[in-house]
Each structure stands twice: as structure tokens, then as C-alpha cells.
């Protein structure tokens, strides 16, 4: 997974007219897909009824993606009520994963 800003899905959708969304759904849905979830095809977005199921999807891919660092709840209803908040949310979920851990300095005495 790439490390992205939270700003790029918050900011980004305003500007962009919300094409940023999307494009930001299947990038992120692809990368979640190389790690083994199983995401179906970001068409069904375009599709009254499917895009909720999609969502659902997705969310149990951000589930099993951050080890359960967010629920699949949590993130279903954060990206279907807040749209580009809960977005950046799930965002600030993927970079928490793949950021390199702090280096421990030695401390001398």
C-alpha cells in the first residue's frame, strides 16, 4: 500500500468534483487486492444499490488490510455518512500499516 497524504482524499473530491473519490477507491481497492482481499470490481460504484454493496466490500477489505486496526463497521458507516472525512480516516488507517516503524535511538548515560 502507498503511502498518501489525508489531505489528497479530504481535499481532493472538492476540487475535482468528486472524480478523486473514485479514483481513489480503485487505487487503494487494487493495492488491498494485492494483499489478499478479495474486493470485487470498482463498476459496481456506478450502480444504484451495487455501490452500497461494493462499500460493504470494501470495508471488510480495510478490515482484514489493517488487521483489524478498523472494523468493518466503523469504516462502512465513517465512508457512507462522512464521504471525504471518512475517507481520509480510512487513509489515516492505511499509512498507520505501511509507515515505517520509529527508529529507537540508544540512550546513553
Known amino acids: 500500500m502507498k503511502y498518501r497524504s489525508i489531505a489528497a482524499p479530504l481535499l481532493l473530491p472538492l476540487i475535482t468534483f468528486g472524480i478523486y473519490s473514485l479514483v481513489w477507491s480503485v487505487k487503494t481497492k487494487n493495492e488491498m487486492n494485492k494483499y489478499g482481499t ?3 470490481t470498482a463498476w ?7 455501490n452500497i454493496v461494493w462499500l460493504w466490500k470494501y470495508s471488510v477489505g480495510v478490515e482484514a488490510f ?3 486496526g478498523l ?4 469504516a462502512f ?3 457512507l455518512l462522512l464521504g471525504t472525512i471518512g475517507s481520509a480516516i480510512v487513509q489515516h488507517e492505511f499509512n498507520r500499516k505501511v509507515a515505517p516503524a520509529p527508529l529507537s535511538l540508544p ?3
Open 44 to 50: 459496481l460504484l456506478l450502480l444504484p444499490i451495487a
Open 107 to 109: 540512550v546513553s548515560a
Open 38 to 40: 478479495s474486493i470485487p
Open 71 to 74: 472494523g468493518r463497521h466503523a
Open 77 to 79: 458507516w465513517l465512508m
Open 66 to 68: 489493517t488487521r483489524r
